[in-house]
C-alpha cells in the first residue's frame, strides 16, 4: 500500500513538472504582443521573438497596454510625482507644433517629437522653424523617417539606413546640438535585428490617441482623443499623438490640463526612460 501510494505520489509530482514545464514553452513561444499604427494604414504583430508580420489595410483599434519589459530600469521621479511621456510624430508642423509646445510650456512640460526629416530640409515641407522652436523650449527632438514611405521591417538595408541618416542630418542641420537619442519606426514595425544593430534607443508606446483617426471637425472628435489618452493613462506610459493635426492640438490642451490635475508631469522621453540604451526596444506601460 505504502509503495503503491509512493509511487501515486512520484507520479503525480512528474506528472505537475511536465504540466508546468509545456505551458512555459507554449507561453514563450506563442504569446505575441500587439502593436497599433500610428497611421491606421496597417497592422503589425511583433512576438516575443520580435519577428513581424504585418497585415495592411485593416485598422485595429488595439490601443493600449501593451508594453515590453525592455524599461525596468526606468527612475522613479525625484518630484515624487506620476511622469508620462507625451511624443508626437509626423512633424513638425509650422502652426500646429508651436502650438503645442506653447501648451507645454505654460505647465513647464516637455514632450517628444518624432521628426519627418523632408519635413525639416524643406524638400517636402519647411517646418524647420518649429523645430528649432520646439527644440528651443527644451523638448526632445528624435527620428522617425525621412520619407515615411517605408517600413523598416520589409525594406532594404540601404532604404533603412537613409531614412535614417537624413533625417538625422536635416535635424543636425537646424540644431547642431541636438542630442539624439532615439528612433521610432513608422507603424512602429522593424525587425529585431534591426533594433539591435541600432546606434538609437527604439522607441514605441503604449497610449493611442488614435488622433489620426478622429481628425475630423467636431468637438466630439476632440472629446475622443482625449478620453481615449485618459482612460488608458498611468504612471509611467509613452504617448502616442500626431501634431500635424488640428485636433491633436485642441485635444493637447485638455488632456495637458487633466494630467496636471491629476498630479501628473510630462517629460521627454529620454527623461521617462533614464538612460534609455541603443539597440533596446521601449515601450514602457
Ligand atoms: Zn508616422
Known amino acids: 500500500m505504502n509503495t503503491l501510494t509512493k509511487a501515486f505520489k512520484t507520479f503525480i509530482r512528474?506528472?505537475?513538472?511536465?504540466?508546468?514545464?509545456?505551458?512555459?514553452?507554449?507561453?514563450?513561444?506563442?504569446?505575441?504582443?500587439?502593436?497599433?499604427?500610428?497611421?491606421?494604414?496597417?497592422?503589425?504583430?511583433?512576438?516575443?521573438?520580435?519577428?513581424?508580420?504585418?497585415?495592411?489595410?485593416?485598422?485595429?483599434?488595439?490601443?493600449?497596454n501593451n508594453s515590453n519589459n525592455n524599461a525596468d530600469d526606468a527612475p522613479v521621479s525625484n518630484?515624487?510625482?506620476?511622469?508620462?511621456?507625451?511624443?508626437?510624430?509626423?512633424?513638425?508642423?509650422?502652426?500646429?507644433?508651436?502650438?503645442?509646445?506653447?501648451?507645454?510650456d505654460k505647465y513647464g512640460f516637455n514632450a517628444t517629437f518624432f521628426v519627418i526629416g523632408n519635413r525639416v530640409d524643406g524638400s517636402a515641407y519647411d517646418g524647420s522653424s518649429a523645430l528649432k522652436y520646439a527644440a528651443g523650449k527644451g523638448n526632445e527632438i528624435a527620428i522617425h523617417a525621412y520619407t515615411h514611405e517605408n517600413y523598416y521591417n520589409e525594406c532594404s538595408d540601404k532604404t533603412y539606413e537613409?531614412?535614417?541618416?537624413?533625417?538625422?542630418?536635416?535635424?543636425?542641420?537646424?540644431?547642431?546640438?541636438?542630442?539624439?537619442?532615439?528612433?521610432?519606426?513608422?507603424?512602429?514595425?522593424?525587425?529585431?535585428?534591426?533594433?539591435?544593430?541600432?546606434?538609437?534607443?527604439?522607441?514605441?508606446?503604449?497610449?493611442?490617441?488614435?488622433?489620426?483617426k478622429y481628425k475630423g471637425e467636431g468637438k466630439e472628435n476632440v472629446d475622443?482623443?482625449?478620453?481615449?489618452?485618459?482612460?488608458?493613462?498611468?504612471?509611467?506610459?509613452?504617448?502616442?499623438?500626431h501634431d500635424i493635426h488640428e485636433n491633436t492640438y485642441k485635444a493637447t490642451v485638455e488632456i495637458l490640463k487633466q494630467l496636471d490635475a491629476q498630479g501628473y508631469e510630462v517629460v521627454t522621453v529620454s527623461e521617462l526612460l533614464g538612460n534609455p540604451r541603443p539597440g533596446v526596444r521601449y515601450s514602457r506601460g
Not at 82 to 92: C, E, L, S, W
Not at 190 to 206: A, D, F, P
Open 79 to 104: 518630484t515624487g510625482k506620476k511622469r508620462v511621456a507625451i511624443t508626437y510624430d509626423d512633424g513638425p508642423h509650422v502652426t500646429r507644433t508651436k502650438l503645442i509646445v506653447d501648451e507645454l
Open 224 to 241: 475622443t482623443i482625449v478620453s481615449n489618452v485618459m482612460s488608458s493613462v498611468k504612471d509611467g506610459s509613452i504617448i502616442l499623438m
Open 14 to 64: 512528474i506528472f505537475t513538472l511536465l504540466l508546468a514545464l509545456s505551458l512555459l514553452l507554449v507561453s514563450c513561444e506563442e504569446e505575441k504582443i500587439h502593436f497599433p499604427l500610428e497611421d491606421g494604414d496597417a497592422n503589425v504583430t511583433v512576438d516575443k521573438n520580435n519577428k513581424n508580420d504585418k497585415n495592411k489595410g485593416e485598422n485595429n483599434n488595439n490601443n493600449n
Open 162 to 212: 537613409k531614412e535614417l541618416s537624413l533625417t538625422y542630418d536635416a535635424i543636425k542641420e537646424e540644431i547642431p546640438d541636438a542630442d539624439i537619442k532615439l528612433m521610432r519606426p513608422v507603424g512602429g514595425a522593424i525587425t529585431q535585428e534591426r533594433i539591435e544593430s541600432c546606434k538609437y534607443s527604439v522607441v514605441l508606446w503604449n497610449v493611442d490617441s488614435l488622433d489620426w
